[in-house]
C-alpha cells in the first residue's frame, strides 16, 4: 500500500464507519496518546523497565499503526500529501545531512 492509497483508505473510513474527522486539536491529543502508548511498551520491552501484569496484551505493531492513522488523519485534514511531504523531507535530509552522520564520532 502506498501513502496515498493509505490516506484514501483511512479517508474513506472515516466517511462510512468514523462518522467524521475529529477536530484536529484532538487528533493532535489523540496523536499524543498513541505515541505514548509506543513509547511505554518500547521502554518495557528494550528499556529498563518491566512489564506489569495490565502489559501482557501489548502489540507493538498495533500501537505503531494506531499513530500511522492519527497522523494520516491530521495530513488528510489539513490537506497535506504524504508521499510529497515524505520526498521533500528526504530530500532536506539527503543535502542536509550528506555527511553529518557520516562524520560522527558518536556513530562508529
Known amino acids: 500500500m502506498t501513502l496515498e492509497e493509505?490516506?484514501?483508505?483511512?479517508?474513506?473510513w472515516i466517511k462510512t464507519s468514523g462518522v467524521r474527522y475529529f477536530n484536529e486539536l484532538t487528533n493532535t491529543a489523540i496523536l499524543m496518546e498513541e505515541v505514548g502508548e509506543v513509547a511505554r511498551?518500547?521502554?518495557r520491552q528494550y528499556g529498563e523497565q518491566s512489564f506489569k501484569k495490565s502489559d501482557t496484551e501489548v502489540n507493538l505493531?498495533?500501537?505503531?499503526?494506531?499513530?500511522?492513522?492519527?497522523?494520516?488523519?491530521?495530513?488528510?485534514?489539513?490537506?497535506?500529501?504524504?508521499?510529497?511531504?515524505?520526498?521533500?523531507?528526504?530530500?532536506?535530509?539527503?543535502?542536509?545531512?550528506?555527511?553529518?552522520?557520516?562524520?560522527?564520532?558518536?556513530?562508529?
Open 61 to 108: 505493531a498495533d500501537e505503531m499503526a494506531d499513530v500511522l492513522f492519527v497522523l494520516i488523519c491530521l495530513a488528510n485534514q489539513t490537506g497535506i500529501n504524504l508521499t510529497e511531504a515524505l520526498e521533500k523531507n528526504m530530500e532536506k535530509k539527503s543535502i542536509r545531512d550528506a555527511d553529518r552522520h557520516k562524520n560522527n564520532e558518536k556513530l562508529r
Open 41 to 43: 511498551i518500547m521502554a
Open 6 to 12: 493509505a490516506q484514501q483508505l483511512v479517508d474513506k
